[in-house]
């Protein structure tokens, strides 16, 4: 079993429940414990086992000897003027993360409101794809499942009574594929009765296209898969993604066919347009080619510039016409709204705008689920 530890205590929100029950057991606890003490770390937000009022006090003391409860410190909160919000997050040992907040009121009678949560899996990304900022940071180290789960957990306690976040997508920094274990152990949490409750059909992971733990992931949870496709050829998709390399577009391709679908899913091919560079006709005939034999859709996410970057977005008309083509062409396909470009918090945008961030006063040991305090 895989343990972290907070000084010198066990991690107990980076635990399975199984793991928990199995900790708590051999401690001396009934079994209906792990439970408890789950469903107050994970509905409640509880931040201190004294708290844990269905509890004898002598036991509470032994758990808070044992185990601790961690949370991410609140560093920056960013609100942009389209009503997205990006969040900032210390981790332990002073690394920052985000995850952003994306509200979207819906179309009455075509489309539900929602309220996307994206959520980052690692501090950096090893996959150095030459578009997106992130990349630049290189990998610093894994999120344990604790710090993956607490944004979705502290993002909720940070909205006003009756609102919720509806839909969870693994798009924000990092690779969550390359990170798959403790990926596995946060999404049984967020997607357990007991835990976050969210249903698969409202949690998304998107990966570069790591093909054999695609095939893991879908082993394991019937949750979204997004892939990052990007580019219609073997060669311009290995001069912009680096794991082409290990992982041609073909075997990718195979890997999307063989993928075991639940009923009613389709794969998401998200397509980063960069003007010039996979945005011509030849690419549209291409990309329609590549879907075919996939239950898929398409999704296109006009480049987000940047001065970092000479990429350029396609115009507004271009990217609609690409989209034409590949609907005529029986190819569901959307485009994706750019949100939150004003405080770096659009697509390929993170890490980047944070890096050399200080904070006078992190509050590390403290937990807190209040972000109110945050400067704004
Ligand atoms: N590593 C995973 C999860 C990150 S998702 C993955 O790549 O799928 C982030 C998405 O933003 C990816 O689809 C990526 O291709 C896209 N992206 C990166 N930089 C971008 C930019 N400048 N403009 C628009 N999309 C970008």
């Known amino acids: 079993m895989a343990r972290f530890l907070t000084d010198g205590r066990i991690d107990l929100k980076s635990m399975t429940l199984d793991e928990l029950q199995a900790e708590?057991?051999?401690?001396?606890?009934?079994?209906?414990?792990?439970?408890?003490?789950?469903?107050?770390?994970?509905?409640r937000g509880v931040s201190d086992f004294m708290d844990m009022s269905n509890i004898a006090k002598d036991a509470r003391t032994q758990l808070a000897e044992h185990f601790s409860i961690d949370f991410l410190a609140p560093a920056m909160r960013l609100?942009?003027?389209?009503?997205?919000?990006?969040?900032?997050?210390?981790?332990?040992?002073?690394?920052?993360?985000?995850?952003?907040?994306?509200?979207?009121?819906?179309?009455?009678g075509h489309s539900k409101p929602r309220m996307t949560l994206c959520m980052s899996s690692q501090v950096g990304c090893a996959m150095a794809c030459s578009f997106c900022l992130t990349g630049d940071l290189g990998l610093t180290r894994n999120l344990?499942?604790?710090?993956?789960?607490n944004q979705a957990l502290q993002v909720q306690a940070s909205l006003p009574e009756g609102q919720r976040i509806t839909n969870l997508v693994f798009m924000?920094?990092?690779?969550?594929?390359?990170?798959?274990?403790?990926?596995?152990?946060?999404?049984?949490?967020?997607?357990?009765?007991?835990?976050?409750?969210?249903s698969h059909r409202k949690v998304t992971v998107s990966t570069v296209g790591l093909v054999p733990q695609m095939l893991k992931l879908a082993s394991v949870t019937p949750v979204n898969l997004a892939v990052s496709l990007n580019a219609t050829t073997e060669e311009t998709r290995a001069q912009v993604m680096p794991i082409t390399r290990r992982y041609g577009l073909e075997d990718l391709m195979r890997g999307c066919r063989e993928f075991p679908l639940p009923h009613a899913k389709r794969i998401t091919f998200e397509y980063v347009m960069m003007r010039g560079f996979n945005d011509t006709w030849d690419d549209a005939a291409r990309l329609v080619k590549l879907m075919s034999g996939v239950k898929s859709k398409v999704n296109?996410?006009?480049?987000?510039?940047?001065?970092?970057?000479?990429?350029?977005?396609?115009?507004?008309?271009?990217?609609?016409?690409?989209?034409?083509?590949?609907?005529?062409?029986?190819?569901?396909?959307?485009?994706?709204?750019?949100?939150?470009?004003d405080v770096s918090a659009a697509c390929g945008q993170l890490g980047k705008a944070t890096q050399g961030l200080r904070i006078e006063e992190a509050n590390i040991e403290g937990p807190t689920v209040s972000l109110d305090d945050a400067p704004a």
């Open 144 to 149: 344990r499942p604790a710090e993956i789960i």
């Open 300 to 341: 296109l996410i006009p480049y987000n510039e940047n001065p970092q970057r000479e990429i350029l977005r396609p115009s507004d008309e271009h990217v609609k016409a690409f989209q034409h083509f590949l609907v005529s062409r029986g190819v569901q396909c959307s485009v994706r709204r750019t949100r939150g470009i």
């Open 172 to 198: 924000g920094m990092g690779e969550p594929l390359h990170n798959l274990s403790n990926l596995l152990r946060a999404l049984g949490v967020l997607l357990d009765e007991d835990g976050l409750n969210f």
């Open 24 to 43: 708590l057991v051999a401690l001396g606890h009934p079994r209906f414990r792990a439970k408890q003490v789950y469903k107050w770390v994970w509905q």
């Open 79 to 108: 609100d942009s003027e389209d009503g997205t919000t990006k969040y900032v997050w210390q981790v332990a040992d002073g690394h920052h993360i985000e995850s952003v907040l994306i509200p979207d009121p819906g179309i009455e």
